[in-house]
């Protein structure tokens, strides 16, 4: 079965501090990771995804088969990055299809 | 426009009563998941609807879960018999049919059940 892994329920930095949040996946099959991120009293939303290979609000994630993971980086944090990130990985190889979540990580960004 | 809509937004009932929420998708969203979240957990998935396909109903706990969905449109989650452990943010999701996009999932602001 699909595991999406967060290993940090917490995590805090200074402004200005580079920042990576930790995912490690398992699946058997081809992987389709995104971050998804919660701001304070917002939906959740999607970040971003692997295929699109873009850097959104400054964040980047690289899929990384070898080592199974998509951490999510940040060169340059800001306070309004404070937020709960999920990671989650889309399976069964369809354009549609259920999200198997990681637990999340709490960022707080310190001024 | 409008985003997923769900309501009601905060729910309590008591142990033993059955308990129907409610997901209005964005329109023309052809697919539709229903997650829930309990307190300090990642979100589970519970079911999910494609256009005329079979539901997906792999995660659905028990039994006493079941969804329904109407068209393209709106989706009802029950839950019989409600438990103290059915406590959760229950979250609904909608995803479009552009090929390029599909991947993606908007979410509603979730239902807040509480089973005392």
């Known amino acids: 079965a699909q595991r999406v892994t967060q290993p940090e329920k917490l995590l805090s930095v200074f402004k200005g501090a580079p920042v990576e949040l930790k995912c490690n996946y398992s699946?058997?099959?081809?992987?389709?990771l995104f971050w998804y991120v919660q701001y304070s009293r917002q939906r959740l939303q999607l970040l971003l995804r692997?295929?699109s290979r873009e850097s959104i609000k400054g964040f980047t994630a690289d899929l990384n088969k070898g080592e199974t993971s998509f951490h999510l980086k940040k060169p340059f944090a800001q306070e309004e990055d404070s937020a709960m990130y999920y990671c989650?990985?889309?399976?069964?190889?369809?354009?549609?299809?259920?999200?198997?979540f990681g637990q999340g990580t709490i960022l707080t960004v310190h001024p | 426009g409008a985003g997923v809509s769900q309501s009601p937004s905060n729910k309590v009932t008591e142990k033993g009563k059955d308990v129907e929420l409610r997901c209005d998708p964005i329109?023309?969203?052809?697919?539709l998941y229903w997650y829930r979240q309990r307190l300090g957990q990642g979100l589970e998935f519970l079911i999910y609807?494609?256009?005329?396909?079979?539901?997906?109903k792999s995660g659905l706990p028990s039994d006493r879960f079941s969804a329904e969905r109407t068209g393209e449109s709106v989706s009802t989650l029950t839950i019989q018999r409600t438990q103290q452990e059915d406590s959760a943010v229950y979250l609904c999701?909608?995803?479009?049919?552009?090929?390029?996009?599909?991947?993606?999932?908007?979410f509603g602001a979730g239902t807040r059940l509480s089973v005392l």
């Open positions: 999701a909608s995803s479009p049919w552009m090929e390029s996009q599909r991947d993606i999932q908007y």
């Open positions: 699946y058997s099959g081809s992987p389709e």
């Open positions: 692997h295929i």
């Open positions: 989650a990985l889309k399976t069964g190889g369809t354009s549609y299809g259920k999200l198997t």
């Open positions: 329109s023309g969203h052809t697919a």
């Open positions: 609807f494609q256009g005329n396909s079979a539901p997906d």
